[in-house]
Protein backbone atom coordinates (compact mmCIF):
# COMPACT_ATOMS: atom_id res chain seq x y z
CA UNK A 1 0.00 0.00 0.00
CA UNK A 2 0.85 3.34 -1.18
CA UNK A 3 2.06 6.09 1.11
CA UNK A 4 -1.48 8.34 2.70
CA UNK A 5 0.25 11.62 1.19
CA UNK A 6 0.95 10.12 -2.25
CA UNK A 7 -2.50 8.95 -2.23
CA UNK A 8 -4.37 12.06 -1.63
CA UNK A 9 -2.12 13.94 -3.73
CA UNK A 10 -4.56 13.38 -6.97
CA UNK A 11 -7.85 14.30 -5.15
CA UNK A 12 -6.28 17.03 -3.89
CA UNK A 13 -5.06 18.20 -7.48
CA UNK A 14 -8.14 17.60 -8.21
CA UNK A 15 -9.59 19.96 -5.75
CA UNK A 16 -7.55 22.51 -7.01
CA UNK A 17 -8.62 22.19 -10.76
CA UNK A 18 -12.17 22.58 -9.45
CA UNK A 19 -11.72 25.88 -7.41
CA UNK A 20 -9.72 27.24 -10.40
CA UNK A 21 -12.33 25.93 -12.82
CA UNK A 22 -15.35 27.60 -10.54
CA UNK A 23 -16.87 24.55 -10.55
CA UNK A 24 -20.07 24.24 -9.16
CA UNK A 25 -20.44 22.57 -4.96
CA UNK A 26 -21.69 19.55 -5.92
CA UNK A 27 -18.73 18.79 -7.59
CA UNK A 28 -16.39 18.62 -4.84
CA UNK A 29 -18.24 16.01 -2.98
CA UNK A 30 -17.51 13.57 -6.07
CA UNK A 31 -13.64 13.58 -4.89
CA UNK A 32 -14.04 12.00 -1.54
CA UNK A 33 -16.81 9.78 -3.26
CA UNK A 34 -14.22 8.43 -5.84
CA UNK A 35 -11.66 7.94 -3.31
CA UNK A 36 -14.03 6.09 -1.10
CA UNK A 37 -14.92 3.71 -3.96
CA UNK A 38 -11.58 2.93 -5.02
CA UNK A 39 -10.98 1.61 -1.03
CA UNK A 40 -8.47 4.58 0.02
CA UNK A 41 -7.28 4.19 3.81
CA UNK A 42 -9.31 6.05 6.59
CA UNK A 43 -6.12 8.42 6.83
CA UNK A 44 -6.27 9.53 3.19
CA UNK A 45 -10.15 9.74 3.37
CA UNK A 46 -10.12 11.75 6.85
CA UNK A 47 -7.02 14.22 4.34
CA UNK A 48 -9.38 14.17 1.19
CA UNK A 49 -12.64 15.38 3.57
CA UNK A 50 -10.58 17.84 5.36
CA UNK A 51 -9.08 18.93 1.88
CA UNK A 52 -12.45 19.34 0.82
CA UNK A 53 -14.17 21.24 3.26
CA UNK A 54 -11.48 23.79 2.88
CA UNK A 55 -11.41 23.47 -0.78
CA UNK A 56 -15.45 24.36 0.08
CA UNK A 57 -14.55 27.48 2.11
CA UNK A 58 -12.04 28.92 -0.47
CA UNK A 59 -14.85 27.94 -3.35
CA UNK A 60 -17.56 30.17 -0.95
CA UNK A 61 -15.15 33.22 -0.15
CA UNK A 62 -14.17 32.74 -3.99
CA UNK A 63 -17.90 33.24 -5.07
CA UNK A 64 -18.77 35.98 -2.59
CA UNK A 65 -15.68 37.84 -4.05
CA UNK A 66 -17.05 37.62 -7.64
CA UNK A 67 -20.29 38.52 -6.51
CA UNK A 68 -18.94 41.61 -4.91
CA UNK A 69 -17.20 42.54 -7.95
CA UNK A 70 -20.29 41.98 -9.67
CA UNK A 71 -22.07 44.41 -7.74
CA UNK A 72 -19.20 46.66 -7.29
CA UNK A 73 -18.93 46.58 -11.47
CA UNK A 74 -22.66 47.71 -11.87
CA UNK A 75 -22.31 50.34 -9.31
CA UNK A 76 -19.39 51.46 -11.08
CA UNK A 77 -21.42 51.10 -14.28
CA UNK A 78 -24.38 53.41 -12.27
CA UNK A 79 -22.02 56.00 -11.31
CA UNK A 80 -20.97 56.22 -14.81
CA UNK A 81 -24.38 56.74 -15.87
CA UNK A 82 -24.83 59.43 -13.56
CA UNK A 83 -21.33 61.23 -14.24
CA UNK A 84 -21.97 60.81 -18.06
CA UNK A 85 -25.00 63.13 -17.55
CA UNK A 86 -27.41 60.54 -19.98
CA UNK A 87 -31.10 61.01 -19.97
CA UNK A 88 -32.94 60.17 -16.62
CA UNK A 89 -35.22 57.84 -17.97
CA UNK A 90 -32.19 55.58 -19.31
CA UNK A 91 -30.80 56.08 -15.81
CA UNK A 92 -33.58 54.84 -13.93
CA UNK A 93 -34.22 51.98 -15.90
CA UNK A 94 -30.65 51.02 -16.03
CA UNK A 95 -30.81 50.84 -12.13
CA UNK A 96 -33.97 48.89 -11.92
CA UNK A 97 -32.73 46.39 -14.19
CA UNK A 98 -28.78 46.18 -12.95
CA UNK A 99 -31.19 45.80 -9.37
CA UNK A 100 -33.12 43.20 -10.72
CA UNK A 101 -29.99 41.12 -12.19
CA UNK A 102 -27.70 41.82 -8.65
CA UNK A 103 -30.73 40.43 -6.41
CA UNK A 104 -31.37 37.99 -8.97
CA UNK A 105 -35.47 38.60 -8.63
CA UNK A 106 -38.30 38.38 -11.56
CA UNK A 107 -39.33 41.60 -10.99
CA UNK A 108 -38.08 45.49 -10.17
CA UNK A 109 -39.68 48.58 -10.28
CA UNK A 110 -39.27 52.16 -9.02
CA UNK A 111 -42.09 54.79 -7.71
CA UNK A 112 -41.89 58.44 -7.47
CA UNK A 113 -44.90 61.07 -6.46
CA UNK A 114 -47.22 62.64 -8.14
CA UNK A 115 -47.25 66.00 -6.20
CA UNK A 116 -50.04 67.49 -8.89
CA UNK A 117 -52.26 64.39 -8.44
CA UNK A 118 -51.52 63.44 -4.57
CA UNK A 119 -50.32 60.00 -4.95
CA UNK A 120 -47.39 57.95 -6.37
CA UNK A 121 -47.24 56.00 -9.68
CA UNK A 122 -44.84 53.71 -11.56
CA UNK A 123 -42.18 55.71 -12.86
CA UNK A 124 -39.67 52.68 -14.62
CA UNK A 125 -40.82 48.39 -14.14
CA UNK A 126 -38.32 45.52 -15.22
CA UNK A 127 -39.88 42.26 -15.80
CA UNK A 128 -43.44 42.93 -15.53
CA UNK A 129 -45.77 41.50 -17.43
CA UNK A 130 -49.15 42.64 -15.93
CA UNK A 131 -50.07 45.80 -17.89
CA UNK A 132 -52.42 46.54 -14.41
CA UNK A 133 -49.28 46.29 -12.53
CA UNK A 134 -47.50 48.84 -14.61
CA UNK A 135 -49.96 51.58 -14.54
CA UNK A 136 -50.65 50.94 -10.86
CA UNK A 137 -50.80 54.02 -9.07
CA UNK A 138 -50.60 54.06 -5.13
CA UNK A 139 -52.48 56.34 -2.54
CA UNK A 140 -49.64 57.81 -0.07
CA UNK A 141 -49.23 55.51 2.97
CA UNK A 142 -50.85 52.47 1.12
CA UNK A 143 -49.09 49.37 0.61
CA UNK A 144 -45.53 48.42 1.46
CA UNK A 145 -44.13 51.48 -0.36
CA UNK A 146 -46.03 53.21 2.11
CA UNK A 147 -44.51 52.07 5.12
CA UNK A 148 -41.12 52.61 3.57
CA UNK A 149 -41.95 56.36 2.69
CA UNK A 150 -43.33 57.45 5.94
CA UNK A 151 -40.29 55.76 7.82
CA UNK A 152 -38.14 56.15 5.39
CA UNK A 153 -36.68 52.87 6.31
CA UNK A 154 -36.35 49.51 3.73
CA UNK A 155 -39.00 47.04 4.21
CA UNK A 156 -38.85 43.53 3.14
CA UNK A 157 -41.43 41.08 2.84
CA UNK A 158 -41.20 37.23 2.38
CA UNK A 159 -44.91 37.15 1.42
CA UNK A 160 -47.13 40.00 0.11
CA UNK A 161 -50.50 38.42 0.67
CA UNK A 162 -50.41 37.26 4.39
CA UNK A 163 -47.96 40.30 6.39
CA UNK A 164 -50.30 42.44 8.20
CA UNK A 165 -47.47 45.39 9.00
CA UNK A 166 -48.79 47.63 6.13
CA UNK A 167 -52.05 48.62 4.75
CA UNK A 168 -53.68 46.54 1.77
CA UNK A 169 -55.98 48.23 -0.29
CA UNK A 170 -57.82 46.22 -3.17
CA UNK A 171 -56.08 47.90 -6.08
CA UNK A 172 -52.58 47.65 -4.70
CA UNK A 173 -53.46 43.90 -3.80
CA UNK A 174 -55.06 43.18 -7.48
CA UNK A 175 -52.29 44.64 -9.28
CA UNK A 176 -49.32 42.44 -7.16
CA UNK A 177 -51.70 39.58 -7.23
CA UNK A 178 -52.49 40.26 -11.32
CA UNK A 179 -48.36 40.19 -11.36
CA UNK A 180 -48.10 37.50 -9.29
CA UNK A 181 -45.45 38.71 -6.89
CA UNK A 182 -44.91 37.03 -3.52
CA UNK A 183 -41.75 38.33 -1.82
CA UNK A 184 -41.16 42.17 -1.81
CA UNK A 185 -38.34 44.10 -1.13
CA UNK A 186 -38.33 48.18 -0.76
CA UNK A 187 -35.95 50.84 0.01
CA UNK A 188 -36.30 54.68 0.26
CA UNK A 189 -34.73 56.68 -2.44
CA UNK A 190 -33.41 59.87 0.21
CA UNK A 191 -32.63 63.35 -0.84
CA UNK A 192 -31.72 65.46 2.13
CA UNK A 193 -33.04 63.49 4.62
CA UNK A 194 -36.28 63.19 2.77
CA UNK A 195 -37.90 60.23 0.66
CA UNK A 196 -38.32 61.11 -3.16
CA UNK A 197 -39.56 57.69 -4.34
CA UNK A 198 -38.82 53.90 -3.70
CA UNK A 199 -37.01 50.98 -5.11
CA UNK A 200 -38.56 47.74 -5.18
CA UNK A 201 -37.34 44.56 -6.04
CA UNK A 202 -39.72 41.30 -6.24
CA UNK A 203 -40.55 37.22 -6.84
CA UNK A 204 -42.85 35.67 -7.84
CA UNK A 205 -42.15 32.88 -4.91
CA UNK A 206 -41.91 33.35 -1.49
CA UNK A 207 -38.01 33.91 -0.34
CA UNK A 208 -36.06 36.33 2.33
CA UNK A 209 -33.31 39.04 1.24
CA UNK A 210 -30.37 38.89 2.94
CA UNK A 211 -28.95 41.99 4.84
CA UNK A 212 -25.99 41.95 1.91
CA UNK A 213 -29.12 42.20 -0.84
CA UNK A 214 -30.56 44.86 1.40
CA UNK A 215 -27.42 47.32 1.73
CA UNK A 216 -27.18 46.60 -2.45
CA UNK A 217 -30.31 47.40 -3.33
CA UNK A 218 -30.15 50.73 -1.04
CA UNK A 219 -26.72 52.06 -2.84
CA UNK A 220 -28.82 51.63 -6.04
CA UNK A 221 -31.46 53.38 -4.44
CA UNK A 222 -28.90 56.23 -3.58
CA UNK A 223 -27.80 56.61 -7.53
CA UNK A 224 -31.08 57.00 -8.21
CA UNK A 225 -31.85 59.53 -5.57
CA UNK A 226 -28.70 61.68 -7.21
CA UNK A 227 -29.67 60.80 -10.45
CA UNK A 228 -33.46 62.92 -9.86
CA UNK A 229 -31.64 65.31 -8.29
CA UNK A 230 -29.26 65.79 -10.88
CA UNK A 231 -32.17 65.84 -13.77
CA UNK A 232 -33.88 68.52 -11.35
CA UNK A 233 -30.96 71.00 -11.25
CA UNK A 234 -30.50 70.44 -14.86
CA UNK A 235 -34.00 71.14 -15.39
CA UNK A 236 -33.75 74.01 -13.10
CA UNK A 237 -30.78 75.12 -14.51
CA UNK A 238 -31.88 75.06 -18.12
CA UNK A 239 -35.10 76.91 -16.93
CA UNK A 240 -32.83 79.64 -15.54
CA UNK A 241 -30.64 79.91 -18.65
CA UNK A 242 -33.98 80.13 -20.78
CA UNK A 243 -35.01 82.95 -18.14
CA UNK A 244 -32.07 84.45 -18.57
CA UNK A 245 -31.90 84.23 -22.40
CA UNK A 246 -35.29 86.17 -22.74
CA UNK A 247 -34.47 88.52 -19.61
CA UNK A 248 -31.39 89.25 -22.45
CA UNK A 249 -33.34 89.81 -25.05
CA UNK A 250 -36.09 91.79 -23.40
CA UNK A 251 -33.07 93.81 -21.86
CA UNK A 252 -31.60 94.02 -25.84
CA UNK A 253 -34.83 94.80 -26.78
CA UNK A 254 -35.44 97.39 -24.48
CA UNK A 255 -31.87 99.47 -24.55
CA UNK A 256 -33.02 98.99 -28.26
CA UNK A 257 -35.90 100.74 -27.84
CA UNK A 258 -34.80 102.90 -25.51
CA UNK A 259 -31.96 104.00 -27.79
CA UNK A 260 -34.51 104.41 -30.85
CA UNK A 261 -36.95 106.66 -28.47
CA UNK A 262 -33.83 109.02 -27.53
CA UNK A 263 -32.92 109.38 -31.81
CA UNK A 264 -36.65 110.18 -32.04
CA UNK A 265 -37.16 112.43 -29.16
CA UNK A 266 -33.77 114.34 -30.47
CA UNK A 267 -35.11 114.36 -33.99
CA UNK A 268 -38.01 115.94 -32.82
CA UNK A 269 -36.90 118.32 -30.64
CA UNK A 270 -34.36 119.23 -33.30
CA UNK A 271 -37.19 120.25 -35.27
CA UNK A 272 -38.94 122.01 -33.03
CA UNK A 273 -35.93 124.00 -32.36
CA UNK A 274 -35.37 124.97 -35.59
CA UNK A 275 -38.68 126.11 -35.88
CA UNK A 276 -40.16 123.31 -37.90
CA UNK A 277 -44.23 123.58 -38.90
CA UNK A 278 -46.58 120.56 -38.26
CA UNK A 279 -46.53 118.76 -41.51
CA UNK A 280 -42.26 118.32 -40.49
CA UNK A 281 -42.53 116.77 -37.83
CA UNK A 282 -45.84 114.73 -39.42
CA UNK A 283 -42.94 113.46 -41.61
CA UNK A 284 -40.15 112.72 -39.53
CA UNK A 285 -42.25 111.01 -37.32
CA UNK A 286 -43.56 109.06 -40.64
CA UNK A 287 -40.63 108.03 -41.31
CA UNK A 288 -39.58 107.28 -37.84
CA UNK A 289 -42.31 104.67 -37.35
CA UNK A 290 -42.38 103.47 -41.60
CA UNK A 291 -46.72 104.69 -41.89
CA UNK A 292 -48.37 107.29 -42.88
CA UNK A 293 -49.19 109.54 -40.37
CA UNK A 294 -51.88 112.46 -40.61
CA UNK A 295 -52.43 115.76 -37.88
CA UNK A 296 -56.05 116.99 -37.90
CA UNK A 297 -56.84 120.15 -35.55
CA UNK A 298 -59.22 120.07 -32.96
CA UNK A 299 -62.37 120.40 -35.54
CA UNK A 300 -61.02 117.45 -37.64
CA UNK A 301 -59.36 119.67 -40.09
CA UNK A 302 -56.39 118.38 -41.76
CA UNK A 303 -52.63 120.61 -40.60
CA UNK A 304 -50.75 117.87 -42.17
CA UNK A 305 -51.39 114.50 -44.35
CA UNK A 306 -54.60 113.39 -45.39
CA UNK A 307 -57.92 113.80 -43.59
CA UNK A 308 -59.96 111.69 -41.85
CA UNK A 309 -63.73 111.54 -41.15
CA UNK A 310 -64.45 113.28 -37.89
CA UNK A 311 -67.13 111.36 -37.02
CA UNK A 312 -65.91 108.04 -37.68
CA UNK A 313 -62.72 109.09 -35.47
CA UNK A 314 -64.98 110.76 -32.68
CA UNK A 315 -65.32 107.36 -30.39
CA UNK A 316 -61.41 106.82 -30.96
CA UNK A 317 -60.38 110.01 -29.96
CA UNK A 318 -62.69 110.15 -27.22
CA UNK A 319 -61.06 106.91 -25.97
CA UNK A 320 -57.70 107.84 -26.37
CA UNK A 321 -58.54 111.47 -24.10
CA UNK A 322 -59.83 109.38 -20.97
CA UNK A 323 -56.97 106.23 -21.08
CA UNK A 324 -54.13 109.27 -22.12
CA UNK A 325 -52.84 106.98 -24.28
CA UNK A 326 -52.95 105.89 -28.51
CA UNK A 327 -55.69 103.78 -29.36
CA UNK A 328 -56.24 101.39 -32.16
CA UNK A 329 -59.61 102.29 -34.72
CA UNK A 330 -59.56 99.43 -37.04
CA UNK A 331 -56.53 99.54 -39.35
CA UNK A 332 -55.60 102.62 -37.63
CA UNK A 333 -53.98 104.17 -34.45
CA UNK A 334 -55.01 107.41 -33.08
CA UNK A 335 -54.08 109.29 -30.42
CA UNK A 336 -55.50 112.85 -29.12
CA UNK A 337 -53.05 115.95 -29.10
CA UNK A 338 -53.81 117.18 -25.96
CA UNK A 339 -52.42 120.18 -23.28
CA UNK A 340 -53.99 119.30 -20.11
CA UNK A 341 -57.34 118.45 -20.86
CA UNK A 342 -57.43 121.31 -23.94
CA UNK A 343 -57.83 119.07 -27.39
CA UNK A 344 -55.64 120.93 -29.55
CA UNK A 345 -56.26 118.02 -32.64
CA UNK A 346 -55.70 114.33 -33.39
CA UNK A 347 -52.70 112.24 -34.75
CA UNK A 348 -53.65 109.65 -36.80
CA UNK A 349 -51.57 106.70 -38.03
CA UNK A 350 -52.21 104.72 -41.02
CA UNK A 351 -50.39 101.61 -42.44
CA UNK A 352 -48.70 99.91 -39.16
CA UNK A 353 -52.00 98.08 -37.73
CA UNK A 354 -48.96 95.86 -35.39
CA UNK A 355 -47.63 98.56 -33.40
CA UNK A 356 -45.65 97.26 -30.67
CA UNK A 357 -45.35 99.06 -27.37
CA UNK A 358 -41.92 100.78 -27.88
CA UNK A 359 -43.41 102.30 -31.51
CA UNK A 360 -47.01 103.03 -29.82
CA UNK A 361 -44.70 105.00 -26.91
CA UNK A 362 -43.03 107.13 -29.34
CA UNK A 363 -46.08 107.48 -31.60
CA UNK A 364 -47.75 109.11 -28.35
CA UNK A 365 -44.59 110.84 -27.74
CA UNK A 366 -44.56 112.38 -31.19
CA UNK A 367 -48.19 113.48 -30.17
CA UNK A 368 -46.84 115.24 -27.44
CA UNK A 369 -44.26 117.21 -29.30
CA UNK A 370 -47.31 118.42 -31.91
CA UNK A 371 -49.02 119.31 -28.65
CA UNK A 372 -46.14 121.46 -27.46
CA UNK A 373 -45.50 122.68 -31.20
CA UNK A 374 -49.49 124.00 -31.69
CA UNK A 375 -49.03 125.43 -28.01
CA UNK A 376 -46.30 127.61 -29.03
CA UNK A 377 -47.88 128.74 -32.81
CA UNK A 378 -50.60 129.44 -30.72
CA UNK A 379 -48.95 131.29 -28.09
CA UNK A 380 -47.25 133.26 -30.82
CA UNK A 381 -50.44 133.82 -33.15
CA UNK A 382 -52.29 135.12 -30.05
CA UNK A 383 -48.99 137.72 -29.33
CA UNK A 384 -49.66 138.59 -32.72
CA UNK A 385 -53.28 138.64 -32.81
CA UNK A 386 -53.53 140.68 -29.83
CA UNK A 387 -51.21 143.41 -31.38
CA UNK A 388 -52.46 143.59 -34.31
CA UNK A 389 -56.47 143.26 -32.57
CA UNK A 390 -54.96 146.97 -31.04
CA UNK A 391 -54.58 148.27 -34.50
CA UNK A 392 -57.62 146.89 -35.83
CA UNK A 393 -59.61 148.51 -32.86
CA UNK A 394 -58.16 151.56 -33.79
CA UNK A 395 -58.87 151.47 -37.10
CA UNK A 396 -62.51 150.76 -36.37
CA UNK A 397 -62.43 153.52 -33.59
CA UNK A 398 -60.75 156.56 -35.86
CA UNK A 399 -60.03 155.23 -39.21
CA UNK A 400 -59.72 158.93 -40.38
CA UNK A 401 -57.37 160.24 -37.71
CA UNK A 402 -54.29 159.45 -39.16
CA UNK A 403 -54.65 156.62 -42.28
CA UNK A 404 -51.26 156.81 -43.51
CA UNK A 405 -50.05 155.93 -39.74
CA UNK A 406 -52.31 153.42 -39.75
CA UNK A 407 -51.23 151.90 -43.29
CA UNK A 408 -47.76 152.06 -42.04
CA UNK A 409 -48.13 150.19 -38.84
CA UNK A 410 -50.23 147.58 -40.16
CA UNK A 411 -47.87 147.21 -42.70
CA UNK A 412 -44.97 147.05 -39.90
CA UNK A 413 -47.39 144.02 -38.01
CA UNK A 414 -47.81 142.27 -41.19
CA UNK A 415 -51.06 143.44 -42.19
CA UNK A 416 -51.36 145.14 -45.52
CA UNK A 417 -54.51 147.36 -45.09
CA UNK A 418 -53.65 149.01 -48.74
CA UNK A 419 -54.82 145.47 -50.13
CA UNK A 420 -58.35 144.18 -49.77
CA UNK A 421 -59.73 142.56 -47.45
CA UNK A 422 -63.15 141.36 -45.93
CA UNK A 423 -64.51 142.61 -42.97
CA UNK A 424 -66.70 139.94 -40.79
CA UNK A 425 -68.52 140.96 -37.76
CA UNK A 426 -69.74 138.01 -35.46
CA UNK A 427 -71.93 138.03 -32.22
CA UNK A 428 -73.89 135.40 -30.43
CA UNK A 429 -76.92 134.50 -31.57
CA UNK A 430 -78.68 135.00 -28.13
CA UNK A 431 -76.92 138.34 -27.11
CA UNK A 432 -78.10 137.91 -23.49
CA UNK A 433 -75.52 135.21 -23.29
CA UNK A 434 -72.27 136.76 -21.75
CA UNK A 435 -70.48 134.61 -24.57
CA UNK A 436 -67.98 137.17 -26.32
CA UNK A 437 -65.06 136.29 -24.60
CA UNK A 438 -65.26 132.73 -26.07
CA UNK A 439 -66.17 134.14 -29.27
CA UNK A 440 -63.23 135.81 -29.04
CA UNK A 441 -60.68 132.89 -28.39
CA UNK A 442 -62.99 130.68 -31.33
CA UNK A 443 -62.05 133.86 -33.70
CA UNK A 444 -58.23 133.67 -32.80
CA UNK A 445 -58.37 129.55 -33.94
CA UNK A 446 -60.56 130.38 -36.72
CA UNK A 447 -57.77 132.90 -38.10
CA UNK A 448 -54.89 130.69 -37.35
CA UNK A 449 -52.01 129.78 -39.36
CA UNK A 450 -53.61 132.60 -41.47
CA UNK A 451 -52.83 136.71 -41.48
CA UNK A 452 -56.19 137.65 -40.77
CA UNK A 453 -56.72 139.65 -37.09
CA UNK A 454 -59.69 139.66 -35.19
CA UNK A 455 -60.22 141.99 -32.35
CA UNK A 456 -63.14 142.35 -29.78
CA UNK A 457 -64.92 145.28 -30.86
CA UNK A 458 -68.21 147.25 -29.21
CA UNK A 459 -70.50 143.92 -28.53
CA UNK A 460 -69.14 142.03 -31.28
CA UNK A 461 -65.85 140.28 -32.82
CA UNK A 462 -64.81 141.58 -35.78
CA UNK A 463 -62.67 139.78 -37.68
CA UNK A 464 -60.03 141.14 -40.64
CA UNK A 465 -60.15 138.02 -43.64
CA UNK A 466 -57.33 138.26 -46.18
CA UNK A 467 -57.97 137.40 -49.90
CA UNK A 468 -61.58 136.29 -49.62
CA UNK A 469 -63.20 136.86 -52.80
CA UNK A 470 -66.85 135.34 -51.95
CA UNK A 471 -68.36 137.64 -49.04
CA UNK A 472 -71.47 135.67 -48.75
CA UNK A 473 -69.69 132.38 -49.05
CA UNK A 474 -66.85 133.42 -46.29
CA UNK A 475 -69.61 134.73 -44.01
CA UNK A 476 -71.80 131.49 -44.00
CA UNK A 477 -68.67 129.41 -43.58
CA UNK A 478 -67.50 131.37 -40.94
CA UNK A 479 -70.81 131.11 -39.16
CA UNK A 480 -70.31 127.46 -38.75
CA UNK A 481 -66.95 126.97 -38.12
CA UNK A 482 -67.03 129.76 -35.44
CA UNK A 483 -70.25 128.06 -33.92
CA UNK A 484 -68.38 124.76 -33.42
CA UNK A 485 -65.00 126.70 -32.01
CA UNK A 486 -67.22 128.40 -29.92
CA UNK A 487 -69.81 125.63 -28.94
CA UNK A 488 -73.14 127.62 -29.42
CA UNK A 489 -75.16 129.56 -32.50
CA UNK A 490 -72.75 132.40 -34.22
CA UNK A 491 -74.17 134.95 -36.65
CA UNK A 492 -72.33 136.51 -38.80
CA UNK A 493 -72.25 139.97 -41.15
CA UNK A 494 -69.75 140.70 -44.04
CA UNK A 495 -69.41 143.75 -45.41
CA UNK A 496 -68.03 144.01 -49.11
CA UNK A 497 -64.10 144.12 -50.03
CA UNK A 498 -61.83 146.98 -49.07
CA UNK A 499 -58.46 148.07 -49.00
CA UNK A 500 -57.57 151.29 -46.81
CA UNK A 501 -58.61 151.88 -43.55
CA UNK A 502 -61.42 154.37 -43.98
CA UNK A 503 -63.21 151.73 -46.56
CA UNK A 504 -62.44 148.97 -43.98
CA UNK A 505 -64.36 150.78 -41.15
CA UNK A 506 -67.42 151.33 -43.66
CA UNK A 507 -67.07 148.18 -44.38
CA UNK A 508 -66.91 147.35 -40.36
CA UNK A 509 -70.27 149.36 -40.15
CA UNK A 510 -72.16 147.62 -43.48
CA UNK A 511 -71.19 143.99 -41.86
CA UNK A 512 -72.72 145.71 -38.57
CA UNK A 513 -75.87 146.51 -39.80
CA UNK A 514 -76.32 143.02 -41.71
CA UNK A 515 -75.74 141.09 -38.59
CA UNK A 516 -78.39 143.27 -37.09
CA UNK A 517 -80.81 142.45 -40.08
CA UNK A 518 -80.38 138.35 -39.79
CA UNK A 519 -81.42 139.02 -36.02
CA UNK A 520 -84.38 141.14 -37.07
CA UNK A 521 -85.08 138.54 -40.00
CA UNK A 522 -85.40 135.48 -37.51
CA UNK A 523 -82.07 134.44 -39.30
CA UNK A 524 -79.67 134.47 -35.76
CA UNK A 525 -77.29 131.76 -36.22
CA UNK A 526 -76.07 132.73 -39.60
CA UNK A 527 -74.19 134.05 -42.12
CA UNK A 528 -74.84 136.10 -45.05
CA UNK A 529 -73.37 139.75 -46.31
CA UNK A 530 -75.49 142.89 -47.56
CA UNK A 531 -75.33 141.62 -51.66
CA UNK A 532 -76.87 138.36 -50.34
CA UNK A 533 -79.86 140.07 -48.88
CA UNK A 534 -81.11 141.54 -51.92
CA UNK A 535 -82.93 144.78 -51.32
CA UNK A 536 -82.40 145.01 -47.67
CA UNK A 537 -78.85 144.90 -48.97
CA UNK A 538 -79.31 147.99 -51.06
CA UNK A 539 -80.90 150.00 -47.96
CA UNK A 540 -78.57 148.38 -45.41
CA UNK A 541 -75.10 148.96 -47.58
CA UNK A 542 -73.76 152.66 -47.57
CA UNK A 543 -72.69 152.25 -51.99
CA UNK A 544 -76.50 152.05 -52.25
CA UNK A 545 -74.78 149.69 -55.41
CA UNK A 546 -78.38 150.25 -57.08
CA UNK A 547 -76.74 148.84 -60.66
CA UNK A 548 -75.45 145.64 -58.73
CA UNK A 549 -78.52 145.35 -57.03
CA UNK A 550 -80.42 145.26 -60.56
CA UNK A 551 -78.12 143.35 -62.38
CA UNK A 552 -78.03 140.36 -59.72
CA UNK A 553 -82.36 140.29 -60.14
CA UNK A 554 -83.12 140.94 -63.63
CA UNK A 555 -79.41 140.20 -65.16
CA UNK A 556 -80.44 137.01 -67.45
CA UNK A 557 -83.44 138.49 -68.98
CA UNK A 558 -81.67 141.92 -69.71
CA UNK A 559 -79.09 139.78 -71.53
CA UNK A 560 -81.46 137.58 -73.22
CA UNK A 561 -83.69 141.18 -74.11
CA UNK A 562 -80.36 142.83 -75.66
CA UNK A 563 -79.20 139.73 -77.38
CA UNK A 564 -82.46 138.59 -78.96
CA UNK A 565 -84.42 141.88 -79.39
CA UNK A 566 -87.40 140.50 -77.14
CA UNK A 567 -89.30 142.22 -74.42
CA UNK A 568 -89.43 140.22 -70.83
CA UNK A 569 -88.10 143.03 -69.16
CA UNK A 570 -91.18 145.36 -70.33
CA UNK A 571 -93.62 142.25 -69.86
CA UNK A 572 -92.57 141.18 -66.47
CA UNK A 573 -93.00 144.89 -65.30
CA UNK A 574 -96.40 145.17 -66.98
CA UNK A 575 -97.08 141.61 -64.90
CA UNK A 576 -96.51 143.55 -61.73
CA UNK A 577 -98.08 146.86 -62.48
CA UNK A 578 -101.14 144.67 -63.34
CA UNK A 579 -101.30 143.22 -60.22
CA UNK A 580 -100.75 139.67 -62.08
CA UNK A 581 -103.32 139.34 -64.21
CA UNK A 582 -103.10 138.22 -67.37
CA UNK A 583 -106.07 139.83 -68.99
CA UNK A 584 -104.91 143.43 -68.08
CA UNK A 585 -101.06 142.47 -68.98
CA UNK A 586 -101.99 141.09 -72.84
CA UNK A 587 -104.21 145.02 -73.07
CA UNK A 588 -101.13 147.14 -71.52
CA UNK A 589 -98.93 145.41 -73.90
CA UNK A 590 -101.40 145.14 -76.63
CA UNK A 591 -100.47 141.07 -77.67
CA UNK A 592 -102.50 138.04 -76.87
CA UNK A 593 -102.95 136.28 -73.98
CA UNK A 594 -100.84 133.22 -75.56
CA UNK A 595 -97.81 135.61 -75.66
CA UNK A 596 -97.92 136.75 -72.55
CA UNK A 597 -97.57 132.93 -71.08
CA UNK A 598 -95.26 132.19 -73.14
CA UNK A 599 -92.99 135.08 -72.26
CA UNK A 600 -93.66 134.32 -68.89
CA UNK A 601 -92.55 130.78 -69.12
CA UNK A 602 -88.87 132.17 -70.66
CA UNK A 603 -88.86 134.36 -67.58
CA UNK A 604 -89.36 131.30 -65.33
CA UNK A 605 -86.54 129.20 -67.42
CA UNK A 606 -84.61 131.90 -66.64
CA UNK A 607 -84.86 133.01 -63.42
CA UNK A 608 -86.00 129.77 -61.50
CA UNK A 609 -89.66 128.78 -60.35
CA UNK A 610 -89.94 130.44 -57.45
CA UNK A 611 -89.68 133.58 -59.66
CA UNK A 612 -93.64 134.67 -58.39
CA UNK A 613 -93.25 134.02 -54.64
CA UNK A 614 -93.68 136.63 -52.24
CA UNK A 615 -90.00 137.59 -51.19
CA UNK A 616 -88.63 137.30 -54.68
CA UNK A 617 -90.99 138.82 -56.60
CA UNK A 618 -90.80 141.97 -54.38
CA UNK A 619 -87.26 142.11 -54.69
CA UNK A 620 -88.14 142.03 -58.66
CA UNK A 621 -90.31 144.75 -58.40
CA UNK A 622 -87.92 146.81 -56.68
CA UNK A 623 -85.01 146.30 -59.04
CA UNK A 624 -87.89 146.84 -61.73
CA UNK A 625 -88.95 150.66 -60.24
CA UNK A 626 -85.00 151.38 -59.83
CA UNK A 627 -84.32 150.65 -63.10
CA UNK A 628 -87.17 152.54 -64.74
CA UNK A 629 -86.04 155.41 -62.23
CA UNK A 630 -82.33 154.64 -63.43
CA UNK A 631 -83.36 154.76 -67.12
CA UNK A 632 -85.86 157.85 -66.85
Known amino acids: MNHPQESAAPALRRLLDLLASGAATEDFADVLADARRRGAPAAVLAEIDDATWQALRVHRTLRQHRRRETELTALFDTAGDLAASRELDTVLQAIVRRARMLLGTDTAY ?63 DAGVLDEGLVAIIGVPLLLGGQVIGVLFAADRSPRAFSPDEVALLCTLAAHAAIALDTAKSLA ?91 VRHGELWVCAVLAGHDALGTMVLRGRPGLDDADRRLFERASVVTALLLLLRRSVAETENRVRGELLTDLLTAPGRDPAGLTARGRRLGVDLARPHLVLVAEPADPAGDDRGRLAGAARRYLFGSRGVSAEHAEAVVLLVPDADDPEETARQAAERLARLAGFPVTVGAGRPSAGPSA ?45 FVGAA ?58 NHPERSLELQLALRLQLLADG
Open 236 to 326: DTRAALAELNAANELVRAHSAAVQRAEQAHDRLTDLVLRGAEVPDVAAAVAALLDGEIAVLDAEGEPLAGRSAPAAELAGAVAASRAEGRS
Open 504 to 548: LAASYAEGLRCVRALRVLGRAGEGASARALGFLGVLLGDGHDVDG
Open 554 to 611: LGPLLVYDARRGTELVRTLRAYFDCGGSLTRAKDELHVHVNTVVQRLDRVEALLGPDW
Open 110 to 172: LTLPDEAAGDTYMRVTDGSVSVLFQTLRLSLGDGLGGLVAQTARPYATPDYRTDERFHHTGTI
